[in-house]
């Protein structure tokens, strides 16, 4: 599988379980536009088979190349962008677990132990939940803890978030005008730190939905949970003309809270 394929993949399954994201995009083919695709993002768990160490020398042997680290200490997380040129950005995130409560650390223990141990491809950035679903009391308490532990408990590794390019786009939206027109469209965006996040000092504006809602079959029986989000980015120049290529940690910070319950 290439980068590609391996896109065109993680775009399928993503709008399975965010419906809202293929009714957006729709919405701005209508407009004449042919929306392109600034970055992905993709949660996991520290020490574990599928965390950033293991995970980054996949993403090199797609052409990807580190870009930088971030920090989130508030909500216990990891972070580090990847670049390739012509492809989209990644935005690859872990949750520490050692700085969680034994309980949490126990419930996510049983979780990792199930991930086979087993050569990592393309491929496994769709691979989703390696490990079985929680009862839903576990997932609860697990989000009462950390909203980002309890979503990754249910979703494994898959595209938490697809992101529209407004720079790509013939309209040159704003990032308040793009959120009107998906208000319009009948979609919430996350208001957390402001409807618009950054700003062109901060050489990157973002805004993005609310996830969307689906139903899950517990062991407790049918709950509605948090899925997947739709995400706009407008970037700005730099002084030597280009492109602002990174990202704004502040902005990350409150687009994380798109999965909130």
Request: charged share 20%.
């Amino acid at each position: 599988m290439n980068a590609h394929q391996l896109f065109e993949a993680l775009w399928q399954q993503f709008i399975q379980v965010t419906p809202q994201a293929n009714r957006i995009h729709q919405q701005l083919k209508a407009l004449g536009e042919s929306p392109l695709n600034d970055h992905v993002a993709f949660r996991t768990f520290s020490d574990c088979p599928l965390d950033i160490e293991h995970l980054t020398p996949v993403l090199e042997a797609l052409g990807y190349r580190f870009q930088q680290h971030y920090d989130f200490s508030a909500k216990k997380l990891t972070a580090g962008s990847y670049e390739c040129p012509g492809l989209p950005k990644i935005f690859l995130s872990e949750l520490r677990r050692e700085q969680l409560s034994e309980d949490a650390q126990s419930t996510l223990q049983r979780l990792v132990d199930q991930i086979p141990d087993q050569p990592l491809e393309p491929n496994i950035f769709c691979a989703g939940r390696l490990w079985g679903l929680p009862s839903h009391a576990d997932y609860q308490a697990l989000a009462n803890e950390s909203e980002y532990a309890g979503w990754l408990s249910i979703w494994g590794l898959c595209a938490n978030h697809f992101t529209v390019s407004l720079n790509d786009l013939n309209c040159q939206p704003s990032v308040t005008q793009i959120n009107e027109w998906v208000k319009s469209w009948g979609f919430a965006i996350n208001a957390s730190g402001g409807e618009v996040k950054g700003t062109a000092e901060d050489l990157l504006e973002q805004s993005s939905t609310l996830a969307d809602r689906v139903t899950l079959e517990f062991a407790e029986g049918e709950f509605e949970v948090p899925s997947c989000f739709y995400e706009f980015a407008l970037r700005h120049p730099m002084p030597d003309g280009q492109l602002y290529p990174g990202f704004v940690a502040a902005n990350a910070n409150k687009i994380f809270e798109s999965t909130h319950r």
